[in-house]
């Protein structure tokens, strides 16, 4: 049994150190001074070299086998996970770290009805309850206010960036699901590899950073954010249940609201804070595969309790 406690209380440790690092990412991105195109491309070659070197040192290229259809999907899961990146740091600058990041959670509810889509799964009405209350909260973040938008808003396009991202996040995640036999740790290297080549011809190498702290935010990204950071995340995929890498993943956005806070000193309106929360609260019901009733139930009986 200690053993048991050991093993989960280090998974619990390295997803919690995975999702403090996703949270920095933002601030990392915005202090590179580049444009997401040459955000990636460095994140993607920084972030391949140190995978490579750590996949060579665990052997781990000595049972990979592909298929031709397991490399169109690598190929395809890459695209979107490359574009993903691209589409999510260009909201950044557009609309902020912390908005940005929370319309990004969405994306388990675009995984759930592409699945629904092209996999048969089954919609249940939890689901399509816990989708409308995440909507809901996305359309408070985007206009608290309920005034209408003009086509140019630079806020506007900042949110729609950031759920094309989650968008794009959703169809990586489908088509990584549908590889089985393959290290995750190789799936990120090829996936990066392949945005090397993706973004050499869209990088602009005529806009390098200037000074040693932006090239040291792109080193860190490359290093940290995706090497590091990977490596911790499959490592608690591993240990952990389910419903624990459901609830550890919301410290992502929190910690991504608190940079924006404390670098940029970005707050969230009581109206947009709210849309937050119900977004919060929807994907960790959600990804708990939780029902409505069952929640409100328990919270009526809670309330009995204390008035006991």
Known sequence: MKISQDFLRNGRMEMIAAMVLSGTI???VLESGQQPFNVVFFRCLIGAGCLLVYCLMRGFFKDFHPSIKDL??????????????????ASYSRASIGISTVIYHVQPFFVFF????FFGERITLSRVF???????????????SGTEFTLDSNYL???GLALLAALLYAVATIVTKRLKGIRPHLIALLQMSLGILMLLPLANFQTLPVNSMQWGSLVTLGVVHSCLMYILMYSAFQKLPASGIAV????YPAVAMLV??????RTLTPLQLGGAVLILIAGASNN????????FARNRSLDKLNQK
């Not at 999907?73 to 999510?88: E, I, K, M, Q, S």
């Not at 816990?130 to 608290?144: H, K, Q, R």
């Not at 924006?260 to 000193?265: E, K, N, S, V």
């Not at 708990?288 to 929640?295: D, G, H, Q, V």
């Open 26 to 28: 933002g601030f990392f």
């Open 72 to 89: 169109m999907l690598l190929g395809l899961g890459g695209v979107a996970l490359v574009l993903n990146w691209v589409a999510l740091f």
């Open 114 to 117: 592409a699945g629904a889509l």
């Open 130 to 144: 816990w989708l409308a209350l995440a909507f809901g909260g996305a359309l408070l973040i985007i206009n608290p």
């Open 157 to 159: 396009t900042g949110c």
């Open 248 to 251: 550890l993943s919301f410290i």
């Open 260 to 265: 924006d806070f404390l670098a940029y000193g």
């Open 288 to 295: 708990l595969n939780l029902s409505p009733t069952a929640l």
